[in-house]
């Protein structure tokens, strides 16, 4: 499986690329977003429903129990920070 990626600088740069362009997933990196997990996927789900079950989260080693709960109600794949050389293609083909 090869995998192609794009870099959003910031969440309502990436809003406004999911609004434009087709993509197979979204990779959501909570030590780099200024918003929330629910937040972020309640705009995708606007912009293109079909993404919503491909919405990765990349974790850091604490993460907030409202957090975890968004991750966990919503079904959201998830990889650690320090797991992501070993686990990201795994995750990533879950989600096809």
Request: glycine letters at 6%; charged letters at 25%.
């Amino acid at each position: 499986m090869g995998c192609e990626g794009e870099v959003a600088h910031g969440f309502p740069n990436a809003l406004a690329r999911i609004s434009k362009e087709s993509f197979d997933a979204v990779m959501l990196d909570l030590q780099c977003s200024e918003t929330s997990p629910e937040h972020a996927i309640s705009q995708i789900k606007k912009l293109q429903p079909s993404l919503v079950g491909r919405v990765l989260v990349i974790t850091g080693d604490v993460t907030s129990p409202d957090i975890l709960d968004t991750i966990e109600r919503q079904c959201l794949p998830q990889v650690r920070r320090r797991d992501i050389t070993k686990n990201l293609r795994t995750v990533l083909k879950s989600l096809f």
